[in-house]
């Protein structure tokens, strides 16, 4: 028997059409409840759960939402007895789909959650970022107010350096745990804002970074250490931080799982000696915070990893973690052609390319497709005759007209050579050699529409003639 499950989707439904018709209850902890929950849901701690039933409407479907898989069980043992229990599973994926939540923006889920704020005057807070499921965490000292920010994402920079202004921190240093492949760090942008050093392992080899981390490293915050741990596998420049009992571990080590190691000079073996000899010889009280939870997990504890971590837990051989990682044939994230140049170059988005040209016969082409979704964000010159701009073909939208020969060779002497331009013709043969001259000139971003605009016009793509589309 599985417990009876209710998608995210079919939820939102009820709940939009008439949210009186059930019952939700959140076995969350209290603090990821106060951070954000589904509008009209009532906390309840698991012991309570069956006494809260019994209480509620027979009648009344009750959907109860977990993050912990050990709750499952419990649930499958009440859903025997009480036919109107129903469990949301995976609930991250609510405010990923960008529904309601009660108090909180849909993609600030985790956000102002504080997980520790006592006894050791320290204080650490979990953010989310939906689109890449990165948790970025705020670290600091009470006494002296002086902070870390560790996995920052660019996407919330804003909502990050709110937050850190809000508590009156002084914002000492943005650390990456390694060169991200799923999404663009905010190191630079918070660089850019704020007074502070950024660091990343010296093994990645990011030239742009302030302090570069090597193992054993240790940062002052106030009088407290944030300890640097090296621990390559899912990068070769994979690195943890330890701050007062509790481990930042990127992606080395994530909550009963671990990174890929798959690409970025990964390795499955160094990952295991980077887990097994390293962080779990931690104490077993070691809270962990990773790098990214796809499931809802926020945190855990090396003991709690020690024991039922699925791919480097319960004492597993070395062959063994090796054969599970070479299984795994993942597909590559999705932002890896935009994030890693980026975040080897600080997460300076400005210094990337928008397009990632083919290169044919030593010139970079790009096809009217790839033009079409970058147009907005590219310099698109049209090197044909005046007469041809608005004939037949038309033009495309935001296309400057410098037709190839003087005007060029003019415009191309005196232009920004850091500008990223694809090179526009009838049917690309101009746009080439205007590629060639523009490459002799020194610019390096620059690319020729293979097909030029008969290919444009074949594909329906659209066009503009004398100002019309
Ligand atoms: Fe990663």
Not at 160 to 167: A, G, R, V, W, Y
Not at 323 to 339: C, D, G, T, Y
Not at 440 to 463: C, D, E, F, H, R
Request: glycine share 8%; proline share 4%.
């Amino acid at each position: 028997m599985t417990v009876k499950n209710l998608s995210c989707d079919q939820l939102y439904q009820i709940w939009v059409s008439d949210p009186d018709w059930i019952t939700v209850v959140d076995l969350r902890s209290l603090i990821e409840y106060e951070s954000g929950h589904i509008p009209g849901a009532i906390h309840s701690n698991p012991e309570s759960l069956e006494e809260f039933i019994l209480k509620s409407s027979k009648q009344k479907p009750l959907v109860c939402i977990s993050t912990d898989k050990q709750l499952e069980d419990k649930v499958l043992e009440i859903q025997k007895k009480y036919e109107q229990v129903l469990m949301l599973k995976n609930c991250m994926d609510w405010p990923q789909k960008g529904f309601a939540l009660t108090g909180q923006k849909p993609n600030q889920w985790m956000s102002s959650k504080e997980i520790h704020m006592n006894s050791s005057n320290i204080f650490v807070y979990q953010l989310f970022e939906s689109q890449s499921s990165t948790y970025t965490y705020i670290i600091g000292d009470k006494v002296t107010q002086e902070m870390a920010i560790i996995d920052p994402v660019l996407e919330t920079v804003d909502r990050d350096l709110k937050f850190i202004q809000d508590l009156d921190g002084n914002l000492l240093y943005v650390l990456d745990t390694h060169v991200h492949a799923d999404h663009i760090t905010g190191a630079g942008e918070i660089k850019k804002r704020v007074h502070a050093k950024t660091a990343v392992s010296k093994a990645a080899h990011v030239d742009c970074v302030d302090i570069p981390l090597e193992d054993g490293q240790e940062l002052l915050l106030g009088d407290k250490k944030i300890k640097v741990i090296s621990t390559p596998g899912h990068t070769s420049g994979c690195m943890s931080f330890y701050f007062e009992g509790k481990l930042f571990s990127g992606d080395a080590l994530l909550i009963r799982s671990c990174g890929r190691t798959d690409f970025q000079q990964g390795s499955s073996e160094t990952l295991y000696l980077s887990v097994t000899e390293k962080l779990f010889t931690l104490p077993d009280e070691t809270e962990v915070y990773p790098g990214h939870d796809y499931r809802g997990f926020t945190r855990s504890t090396i003991g709690l990893e020690k024991a039922l971590n699925s791919r480097l837990g319960r004492g597993i051989k070395k062959e063994e973690f090796v054969r599970i990682m070479s299984e795994l044939k993942l597909a590559h994230p999705k932002k890896i052609q935009e994030a890693l140049p980026a975040n080897m170059a600080c997460g300076a988005p400005k210094d990337m390319r928008v397009l990632h040209p083919q290169i044919s016969d030593g010139i970079p082409e790009v096809s009217v497709f790839q033009v079409n979704e970058a147009k907005q964000n590219v310099l698109l010159l049209d090197v044909r005759r005046p007469d041809e701009f608005n004939a037949e073909y038309g033009h495309i939208e935001g296309a400057k007209l410098v037709t190839l020969g003087a005007e060029l060779t003019e415009y191309l002497a005196r232009g920004d050579k850091s500008n990223e331009i694809v090179f526009v013709c009838r049917s690309g043969g101009r746009s080439g050699q205007a590629t060639s001259q523009a490459l002799q000139l020194g610019y390096s971003k620059v690319a020729n529409m293979v097909g030029g605009m008969i290919t444009w016009n074949l594909q329906k793509l659209p066009i503009v003639r004398d100002g019309a589309n």
